[in-house]
């Protein structure tokens, strides 16, 4: 009679060992690759561990600080509320508190599927203006504070989210252009793109906050705030533009030529077939480029705005806080991190769906 | 091709019993169902790709309820010659006229004569983020500015003529090839177009399915539906043409009823171009 016993696999091939063998081990140039990986954290990671966390204090102050080896996470909690929101009225500072759970709230529920028709661009602009006018106040009894006051996580949220909202819409119509047969507007929209990408954003905010008051008549000004955002608005456009561009290329002729077949007009066949298609093929490197830009906003600094980074640069200002940039920078990098995290999470999902 | 010839052979039988008894036994190949009023007229109508003469002094004038197979070599531009007519490309020299509508660089007139000229394209063209009735309301909705009721309705209607109602709500990645291919002639016919044009339709199927959509094409031929269609479905052609139009070099070299083109080819190039297809 034949054994019933079930045969299993070899130990070596499946479970933990299995996946080791299979993922740190697989040939010889790996199995070193692992090896020397491993030695270098085993030398680092225990001191930084200790650095971090065993010797570390958190809510020290400023001197205790000065007398031990680990980091000084004090710096942060002691200044949280100057690095997050800068120079907004200290009484006030639940407002953009508010403003930061409203914006996550409304990140949360565009990223189910379900919440994808159209009523979700008019739901997103309701809410920005929502956030807008409590941040701005002057309604429902709602102190007002100038968005000069603004700063720290929420200028660079404002700046980010306003910027690339304006944005998009405005590359994906330089994009068409470009690709329009009528001369006048093809070579404005590729003089535009191409000078755009041929200066750095510094540039152009530098040329915003300085050059641009110069040409207006006298006892005009306009808000900086507006000038940097319009910069950086003009400046992610082009890119954006060029990326579009390229989605609008990879649409097969045939695509083109059924729209046109059943009569559809230019706005039609654009807003109806193509775009659909093409945008939702160019949403990685789309979203690469809005993860640039929310990180560029720190160049903001340079004409006198004051982000995330510079707040915590001024932090680390106060004599009683020098010396300790390792943590606040790595606290202001975290930050980001969280940021952009969430924006390449969503674009990873978005970019998933399948016509099914 | 490979797939047609078992009908070939069949036909074949059929046309010799036909062309010996001088009798038509297809009662819609009769002229009692066309109109003598032309819906397309093109008279001395030339097209150049560049220094490229694609099309040579093409005058065709088609009635309504008629219904003409272009063949040819490929390269002889049959499918430039049906591309023109809904101005997908433009002819640089002559006049083509549609339902009595010329077709300039204006604007206005080419949507209008698209509005009336349903295509069916080789490759399908179907719109891949649209379910299959979004895809043939869409025409209807905006085009048409039909209510969207109605314009289901109909999309429905036509979806069940070419039998494939039950993927209504299926995306057309998920069809098969002659699947899509009915649905894009569904889309056409949701339009209500007064012609229909065929760039090479089956070309891009494989035999099983090459059947189902040419059956498709024969039932819109039976209700007097006119068309143009370019094809290599010589059975095809025989059973259902009116007219046969020979091209080659950009030229029309031949034209003349199925009956006679398959059995008296009067120019070369014809003699030569049968020879080699009908072995």
Redesign the interface.
Same mark, same amino acid.
Request: aromatic content about 4%; overall charge negative.
């Given at each position: 009679m034949r054994s019933t016993e079930e045969f299993r696999p070899p130990v070596t091939s499946i479970g933990a060992i299995g996946w080791i063998r299979q993922n740190l081990f697989s040939n010889f140039f790996n199995s070193l690759l692992t090896l020397l990986i491993l030695y270098f954290l085993c030398r680092t990671l225990p001191s930084f561990i200790n650095w971090a966390v065993i010797d570390a204090v958190w809510w020290s102050d400023g001197r205790t600080c000065n007398q031990i080896n680990g980091a000084c996470w004090s710096v942060i909690t002691k200044n949280l509320r100057f690095i997050l929101f800068g120079f907004y009225p200290y009484e006030q500072q639940w407002r953009p508190v508010l403003s930061i759970c409203l914006l996550a709230a409304f990140i949360v529920y565009s990223s189910f599927r379900r919440a994808w028709n159209k009523h979700l661009p008019i739901a997103w602009l309701v809410g920005l203006v929502l956030i807008g006018l409590i941040m701005r106040g002057g309604v429902f009894g709602l102190p007002s504070v100038e968005t000069e006051k603004w700063s720290g996580i929420s200028l660079t949220l404002l700046l980010s989210i306003f910027g690339l909202s304006a944005a998009y819409p405005f590359g994906v119509i330089l994009a068409l252009g470009r690709r329009s047969r009528l001369p006048a507007i093809k070579t404005l929209c590729v003089l535009y793109i191409e000078l755009i990408r041929g200066v750095p954003l510094i540039s152009m905010l530098f040329m915003a906050s300085v050059m641009f008051p110069l040409f207006l008549p006298e006892g005009i000004t306009i808000n900086k705030i507006l000038r940097a955002q319009a910069a950086i608005v003009m400046f992610t456009a082009a890119y954006i533009a060029e990326v579009v561009r390229g989605g609008l290329q990879a649409i097969?002729r /045939? $695509?083109y +030529? !059924? !729209? +046109?077949? #059943? /009569? #559809?007009?230019y706005y $039609?066949k654009m807003r #109806?077939?193509i775009l659909? $298609?093409a945008l939702?093929t160019v949403i990685p490197p789309t979203v690469s480029i809005l993860i640039s830009a929310f990180k560029d906003t720190s160049l903001v600094v340079i004409i006198g705005l004051f982000d995330l980074l510079r707040t915590t640069q001024v932090t680390l200002s106060n004599p009683e806080w020098t010396g300790f940039s390792t943590e606040a920078y790595l606290f202001a990098a975290f930050i980001y991190f969280m940021g952009c995290f969430v924006m390449s999470n969503f674009s990873r999902r978005l970019a998933t769906k399948q016509?099914? | 091709m490979h797939g047609s010839v078992p009908r070939f052979a069949e036909l074949m039988e059929e046309f010799e019993r036909q062309v010996k008894t001088g009798k038509m036994t297809n009662p819609t190949l009769s002229p009692k169902n066309i109109t003598p009023e032309p819906i397309i007229r093109i008279i001395e109508m030339h097209k150049w790709f560049g220094e490229f003469h694609v099309l040579n002094d093409i005058n065709l004038s088609v009635n309504r309820g008629e219904r003409i197979v272009i063949c040819g070599p490929s390269g002889s531009g049959k499918s430039t010659l049906i591309r023109c007519i809904n101005r997908l490309e433009e002819h640089q020299r002559g006049k083509i006229i549609v339902d009595n509508i010329e077709l300039t660089n204006d604007i206005k007139n080419i949507e209008r004569i698209r509005a009336e000229v349903g295509m069916v394209f080789q490759h399908f063209n179907l719109f891949p983020h649209l379910t299959i009735l979004e895809n043939l309301t869409l025409g209807p909705i905006r085009v048409r500015k039909l209510p969207r009721s109605e314009a289901e309705d109909l999309a429905v209607y036509f979806l069940e003529k070419v039998h494939i109602a039950e993927q209504a709500s299926k995306y057309p990645g998920q069809l098969s090839g002659g699947q899509q291919q009915r649905v894009a002639i569904a889309r056409s016919l949701c339009m209500k177009p007064k012609v229909m044009l065929f760039d090479e339709p089956t070309s891009a199927l494989d035999p099983e399915m090459v059947k189902e959509v040419l059956e498709v094409i024969m039932q819109l031929a039976e209700e007097g539906m006119t068309m143009l269609v370019v094809s290599h479905e010589m059975g095809f052609a025989k059973s259902v043409a009116h007219r046969v139009l020979f091209m080659d070099y950009g030229q029309i070299l031949e034209e003349n009823t199925p009956v006679e083109f398959f059995s008296n080819p009067r120019h070369d190039r014809s003699k030569l171009f049968l020879s080699q297809i009908l072995h």
């Open positions: 097969p /045939g $695509q +030529e !059924a !729209a +046109e077949s #059943l /009569g #559809l007009n $039609q #109806l077939i659909p $298609q939702r016509y099914t | -």
